[in-house]
Nanobody, 122 residues
Framework: QMQLVESGGGVVQAGGSLRLSCAATQVAVNPHNMAWFRQTPGKEREFVAAINWNGLLTNYANSTKDRFTISKDVSKRTAYLQMHTLKPEDTAVYFC???????????????WGQGTQVTVSS
């Protein structure tokens, strides 16, 4: 059973940067596609970015593609989300996910972390 542990969240001023990490433990033999989603109270979980199993393919939401970068260290079984030029509307709980399909829907991913809070102050 895969477990995902996020870290790197916090409070940052608008225009600042943060890097989130997602470490996969107890990984199965084959590496997985990984993604980041975010969620605010009362709203559905929103796709942020995804990366395929070997790190060569990426996909971004329109709202993040010019400011966020997803990457993956296969040897460390860790995915990263580098966030620049953060805006107050980026405030959310950010979740790491892993699964067999690289998609934009939460249903594409079987494994989830507990989430890490990102707060962007204006």
């Amino acid at each position: 059973q895969m477990q995902l542990v996020e870290s790197g969240g916090g409070v940052v001023q608008a225009g600042g940067s943060l890097r989130l990490s997602c470490a996969a433990t107890q990984v199965a033999v084959n590496p997985h596609n990984m993604a980041w989603f975010r969620q605010t109270p009362g709203k559905e979980r929103e796709f942020v970015a995804a990366i395929n199993w070997n790190g060569l393919l990426t996909n971004y939401a329109n709202s993040t593609k010019d400011r966020f970068t997803i990457s993956k260290d296969v040897s460390k079984r860790t995915a990263y989300l580098q966030m620049h030029t953060l805006k107050p509307e980026d405030t959310a709980v950010y979740f790491c996910a892993a699964g067999g399909r690289i998609g934009v829907s939460p249903s594409d991913y079987a494994y989830w972390g507990q989430g890490t809070q990102v707060t962007v102050s204006s």
